[in-house]
């Protein structure tokens, strides 16, 4: 087994930082960012340090230390990780501070030094997986989301380009379309479905359940972020963007599906808190992508609205993405941390256990309560009540940094 490295803990404890100044600021303006200047200074500020600078930043660390688990290998380059980590980091809250100056070379430049960690991110990944030599449907995945990360950054930098120069001025849309369905779909959709099929069978102690599936969610959801990609970038019509949709639907079905498979097969009767409510935040997801799916398929025509844009990127970031994140994060931070503070010193008098590191009571109440504020909020979005959203993101934030604090304080044992 790899020995545990002190890089994934990097990017978790960032993570941990992005998340709580995203709620900080999110408090402040009573979520005001989220609305019609979404695409303003505000907006661009809020969707980027929740993107990159907790959902990407906790989902890189991730990868640094899964990785491992999943290949019985060493990362490629730890000494690349770090060197990522810190390119990334000063990119990106550079570039924070230059959407709030609103100074566009300010910009230019800290979005290149984060998108060159994101590039050794790619090399580094790329390496260990080819060395590995280990392909099923989790690596497979793996690979992908890297690829359309690197994707992702590629379609911003264009659009930065655009924004410092005025070059292609008649592709700007397209590009903005590219960059936020591969950004989303691309790298946080295949990364979550393809960790969870090595998460969920650990914590659940699944065995002998089928997993035909895993490659069923794969091939569809590869094929809707890649249709939904052409589609934006080429200007084509919304009917491509329609079939784009039904399949990640499509794929977001089989994927419930066999969620269900691997919990069937268990043989812990409860796995936590968190692992209960990632399974079932996703069951929630799927029943809002079917009727998403259905109001596309009735009126295409609004599928791209501002405020259709805004209720279904809330149900996907905040409901499914970081939800499950912060699902995972009850078991995963705690693990970690036991394992590389007193793995080796199991068994002895005096060592604390691994559930004494988290209050499961407290993780299943701030869940609970987060769950519900996001709901508050989509409610808001869907009625345009700006005192409704303005009432759920006051309690979301609130209960957020409770939670994230819990989850923080395993790091003091």
């Known amino acids: 087994m790899p020995a545990m490295s002190r890089l994934p803990f990097l990017f978790i404890v960032t993570g941990i930082f992005g998340f709580v100044l995203f709620h900080a600021t999110s408090l402040m303006s009573l979520t005001g960012w989220i609305g019609d200047d979404i695409r303003g200074p505000a907006g661009w500020f809020q969707v980027h340090l929740f993107v990159l600078g907790w959902a990407t930043m906790l989902a890189m660390g991730a990868v640094y230390q899964l990785i491992n688990v999943i290949l019985q290998s060493n990362l490629y380059s730890e ?3 770090y060197i990522h980590y810190a390119l ?3 990119g990106l809250f550079g570039l924070l501070f230059g959407f709030i100056q609103g100074d566009t070379y300010w910009i230019g430049g800290f979005a290149t ?5 994101i590039v050794l991110f790619v090399w580094n990944m790329a390496a260990t997986l080819l060395r590995a030599g280990t392909w099923n449907a989790i690596t497979i995945g793996t690979a992908c989301a890297v690829l359309y ?6 379609s911003g930098m264009a659009m930065g380009i655009n924004f410092a120069t005025g070059l292609y001025n008649d592709l700007h849309e397209n590009l903005f379309g590219t960059h936020i369905w591969l950004g989303t779909l691309g790298w946080f959709g295949l990364l979550i479905t393809g960790f969870s099929y090595k998460l969920l069978p650990m914590f659940y102690l699944s065995h002998d359940y089928p997993t035909r599936l895993e490659y069923v969610v794969l091939g569809l959801w590869n094929a ?3 249709l939904g990609a052409t589609s934006f970038l080429f200007g084509l019509s919304a009917g491509y963007k329609v079939a784009a949709l039904l399949l990640i639907v499509l794929a977001v079905l089989c994927y419930n599906v066999h969620l269900l498979q691997i919990r069937s097969k268990r043989h812990k009767r409860s796995p936590g808190a968190g692992i209960e409510w ?3 935040g996703s069951q929630i997801f799927a029943i809002f992508s079917v009727v998403f799916a259905i109001r596309a398929l009735v009126s295409p ?3 791209l609205d501002t405020h259709t844009v805004l209720m279904v990127g809330w149900v996907y970031l905040s409901c499914w993405v970081s939800f499950t994140v912060l699902g995972y994060m009850s078991k995963i931070v705690p693990f970690l941390w036991w394992t590389h503070k007193y793995g080796k010193q199991a068994g002895r008098p005096g060592t604390p256990l691994l559930a004494d590191l988290l209050d499961e009571r407290k993780a299943n109440f701030g869940l609970i309560l987060i769950l519900c504020a996001n709901l508050t909020v989509l409610v808001g979005l869907i009625l345009g009540s700006q005192v409704v959203i303005a009432t759920g993101g006051a309690l979301l934030s609130i209960v957020s940094v409770a939670y994230i604090t819990l989850i923080a304080l395993v790091f003091a044992h």
Do not use: D, M, N
């Open 113 to 117: 030094i984060a998108f060159s960690g």
């Open 278 to 280: 990632t399974v079932t």
């Open 224 to 226: 809707g972020v890649l």
């Open 301 to 303: 025509e609004h599928l």
């Open 88 to 90: 990334f980091t000063v």
């Open 149 to 154: 990360l690197l994707l992702t950054g590629l």
């Open 79 to 81: 000494r690349l990780g």
